[in-house]
Structure formats: C-alpha cells, structure tokens
C-alpha cells in the first residue's frame, strides 16, 4: 500500500508538471504544481506527501550515480498545523464502555465478531497504537507474561522500536484471544488474513449502535486515532 500511494503519487507530480528527463525537474515548476493542488481543495499533509516522495526519488538518482544532485533538495514542507481539516475529540469514559458494550452484542463487521472487534477497540484505547500498526501486530509482539507488545520500528509511526506496556486486565483477555495462534499470526483480523484498511467504517458502525455521535456539535469527530 505505502509503495503504491508514493508511485501514484510521484507519477502525477511528474506528469503534472510535464517533467520528461531528469534536468527538467525544477523547483519553481513542483511549487506552482503543488499550489496549484492545494487550491483545488489538496490537504496540506498531502501536498507535503508529494514533495517527500519527489525528494525521494530525485535522492535515489544521486545515490545510484544516476544524476550529479537533486534540484528540489532545498524544499521544505509546509506546516500541517495550519491546515487543520478535522478536529477530533476524546472518548469518555462512558462512550468507551458504551461502545465496547455496543460492539460485544453487534452482529459481524468487515470479518469480525463482536467481541474481537471490542477487544480491538479497547487495545488501541489503553495502548495507543494506531490502527495501521496494530495492522502490523503478530501474536509473536506479545509478551503476556511481561505485559508488553513491541511495535517494530519500520511499522511504527515515529520509526523506532516500541515497547507499550498493557494493563493485567487487558493481557488476560488477549492471552485468551491469542490462544492457538501461531507466532507469526495477525492479531486482529476474524476472517480476514488482516485488519481491514475500513477501520473508520467498522468504528462508525459501532458508534451509531451504540447511540454515540461520530460528530458533535463543534464538529469534533470521535475517529479511530482518538
């Protein structure tokens, strides 16, 4: 999935601008390019997701002796703080064991039952983890008795080696829910050979049975990240 978005990516970027060789890529035409996106409504977190994967290409050329230096090099994105789109808002206590309950009696989602899709939720609200690297968890980052998971760090958002600690609680009902599967086994998953890509969706089902409001009167939204 990551290769696929950055070889879109950098096919549109390139195409856009009309670049054909390696010395028509020019700064000024990726800035006016990338403006030009931003005021047709692209996020700024996107627009900086072209320019690092134009960067990237143009710093493999050098490094693979295929051009002398990369004429984008000097760059820089822009501040993703300024473009706030969605504003989220924390769970309550109360919503989470709202939707936990909502979720233990719900009916199959996207390949899983009820109550691995409660667990879930209940996973990532203690530990943190977000759903793409809870994606990556294997039976084998468990350790139940040390009451840990390790996110490894070419999965893990800041790309360093995370080691979470999980509340007694929460590995009981872990070691229960990982009884029989072999190391190298996804954690979350029910049918599926992984969690699905359609967390959002699975999360805001859940929430309307359970009677919870995905978005509130500020237009804060409870997503899957909070």
């Keep these: ?47 900086n997701g072209y320019l690092t994967a134009l960067k990237g290409f143009c710093r493999w050329m050098v490094d693979t002796g295929q051009a002398t230096e990369s004429s984008v090099q000097s760059l820089k994105k822009l501040n993703e703080q300024a ?21 233990i009696e719900g009916s199959e989602r996207f390949g899983m039952s009820g109550p691995e899709r409660a667990l879930l939720y209940r996973f990532c609200a203690e530990t943190g983890l977000r759903a793409n690297e809870v994606r990556t968890l294997t039976a084998g980052a468990f350790d139940l008795d ?7 760090a070419a999965y893990s958002k800041h790309r360093e080696t995370d080691t979470v600690p999980l509340r007694p609680e929460l590995a009981e009902a872990l070691r ?49 990240h909070a």
């Design 1 to 47: 999935k990551y290769v696929g978005e950055n070889e879109s990516m950098l096919t549109r970027i390139l195409a856009g601008c009309g670049f054909r060789v390696f010395s028509d890529i020019t700064p000024g035409k990726v800035e006016r390019f990338l403006k030009a996106l931003r005021d047709d409504g692209l996020s700024v977190r996107r627009s």
């Design 83 to 103: 473009d706030v789109r969605r504003q989220r808002r924390a769970a309550t206590p109360d919503e989470l064991r709202k939707l936990l309950a909502a979720a």
């Design 146 to 152: 040390a009451l840990t998971v390790t996110v490894r």
């Design 176 to 224: 229960e829910h990982l009884g029989g599967k072999l190391p190298t086994a996804k954690v979350f998953g029910g049918r599926y050979k992984r969690l699905t890509d359609k967390t959002a969706d699975m999360l805001k089902a859940d929430l309307e049975a359970a009677g919870i409001a995905y978005e509130d009167e500020q237009g804060r939204v409870l997503d899957f």
